[in-house]
């Protein structure tokens, strides 16, 4: 199993440019989701998806789009890229059903590193 | 706003030692909490989880300790080593809200030989 994979793992980008950060899951998993991590702020959801066909925002959705047409991919498109968006951006997968307590347990693909000039 | 207050923002431990990590929280909606851990340039890894109606959970050298009265639950490393050098991180999770974890700011543990 690969588990969570992530491409590219380093992007720069000029203001205004658009671009997709692609995510891949082989583990079967209904949820998958999308965080952005900066200094001193910790990891927050951008968007995620219970399942194929649907999606739904989280804390910070504002620049992103996303859609999930197959359970292994989940790509996450920056419209019109800002400098506040340099940042670096980790994909995870999940189960969706109780399965105990390590059944929550999150997958976090290798991250990219975005910079936005 | 964060949801899940982490402290200290650092800390830096000797070789055996004890590294405590602590979180805070206000939304009582919350019903599971676990530690992630991410060494540089890779992603967060999940080390141990806790439900609020046991009061300790321990795995190997990685202990959870929960205060659901104080809305507080931290992390214990015990003969902390080298190798457990790493940013964690604290999390929750509300009631039927799978997956969307509300992470806290992340502690730098340094542990030196």
């Known amino acids: 199993n690969a588990g969570v994979t992530q491409t590219p793992k380093f992007q720069v980008l000029k203001t205004g440019q658009s671009m997709t950060l692609q995510c891949a899951q082989d583990?079967?998993?209904?949820?998958m989701s999308w965080y952005r991590q900066d200094p001193g702020m910790g990891l927050r959801l951008i968007h995620y998806s219970v399942g194929a066909g649907i999606t739904d925002q989280g804390e910070v959705p504002n620049g992103y789009n996303v859609s999930r047409s197959t359970t292994e991919d989940f790509p996450l498109r920056l419209l019109s890229a800002a400098p506040s968006q340099t940042s670096v951006y980790f994909c995870a997968s999940s189960y969706s059903r109780d399965r105990g307590l390590r059944g929550y347990e999150q997958y976090f693909g290798p991250g990219t590193r975005l910079t936005v000039t | 706003q964060q949801q899940v207050k982490q402290s200290p923002q650092s800390l830096i431990v000797q070789k055996g030692g004890i590294s405590i990590i602590n979180c805070a929280y206000e939304?009582?909606?919350?019903?599971?909490f676990p530690w992630y851990q991410q060494f540089p340039g890779k992603g967060p890894a999940l080390l141990i989880a806790i439900r609020p109606d046991v009061s300790e959970k321990k795995e190997g050298r990685f202990t959870i300790s929960f205060n659901k009265s104080a809305k507080q639950f931290s992390l214990h490393i015990m003969d902390s080593q080298p190798g457990d050098s790493a940013t964690y991180f604290c999390?929750?999770?509300?009631?039927?809200?799978?997956?969307?974890?509300?992470f806290g700011a992340g502690t730098q543990v340094v542990v030196t030989p």
């Open positions: 999390a929750a999770r509300k009631t039927d809200s799978w997956g969307k974890l509300q």
């Open positions: 583990m079967n998993h209904e949820y």
């Open positions: 939304n009582t909606a919350f019903d599971y």
